[in-house]
């Protein structure tokens, strides 16, 4: 029996809750995820739609100032764009150099990206905290698999096997495309392990160059992986079900 991992913290996990300050009634799925982010770079996704404390969220908000300096990268589909954290900015971000203020970016459940802790703090511990892409149980929600190399999560706050758990397709029609999962060695970005779907392999997968099998990729809650859509098949819809 596959069984799926949902790391939504404590009974903050329920469909309607009462909130005591404003009395108002949630139908939405709501709680929150604890994210740990040791020196260096650390591979993030927001797990959840709303608020985050510490300043990761939907439309991202660093006005307490507690990340300047350290970065965000986005994946832009050829290279990284790396914002800085910089609450002395009208949007509490600059460019790669911080000598200009940029666009808050927007990081919806469904896609990676990085955060490079570097201004000597320490680790640090990001919250994330919202409702779950679902609103209802049961439900599903779709992240598009387009061609190219993109960084993608789950939309919903599961920590597993990229197929069996977090529900990539598995039926064959990713066969030949590449998974990137960044390696992270001493808080640098060494490389990255590559592996292949493969559905005649014993766990669906082979190495890079789809000669052996290896063992199915596990993704943390709040992690990412790149899919390398390069085969010529289109595109493909990644639904996830949420049960009760």
């Known amino acids: 029996m596959r069984t799926k991992t949902l790391l939504i913290a404590s009974a903050a996990l329920a469909a309607g809750i ?80 911080d000598s200009h203020s940029v666009p808050a970016p927007v990081m919806a459940p469904g896609t990676g990206f990085l955060i490079n802790n570097n201004q000597g703090a320490g680790p640090l511990t990001n919250t994330f905290t919202g409702t779950v892409a679902i609103s209802s149980l049961p439900g599903s929600t779709t992240n598009t698999i387009p061609a190219g190399l993109n960084f993608f999560a789950s939309q919903l706050p599961y920590a597993g096997g990229v197929e069996t758990v977090l529900g990539v397709p598995s039926d064959g029609s ?34 890079a160059s789809d000669s052996h099998s290896v063992p199915e990729p596990v993704i943390p809650v709040g992690g990412g992986f790149f899919i390398n859509n390069n085969q010529g098949g289109g595109t493909y819809q990644w639904v996830q079900t949420l049960n009760p």
């Open 18 to 97: 009462l909130t005591s300050s404003a009395q108002t009634y949630s139908q939405n799925i709501v709680g929150y995820v604890v994210k740990p982010l040791p020196a260096g770079y650390t591979v993030c996704a927001n797990p959840l739609n709303g608020t985050v404390d510490n300043g990761l969220n939907n439309t991202i908000n660093n006005g307490d100032g507690s990340y300047d300096v350290n970065q965000l990268l986005i994946w832009s589909g050829t290279k990284y764009t790396t914002y800085t954290f910089d609450s002395t900015m009208p949007q509490g971000f600059g460019d790669s150099s």
């Open 174 to 207: 990713l066969d030949g495309n590449i998974l990137e999962t960044p390696n992270i060695v001493g808080g640098l970005v060494r490389g990255y392990t590559q592996v292949t779907f493969d559905s005649t392999m014993p766990q669906g997968f082979g190495d």
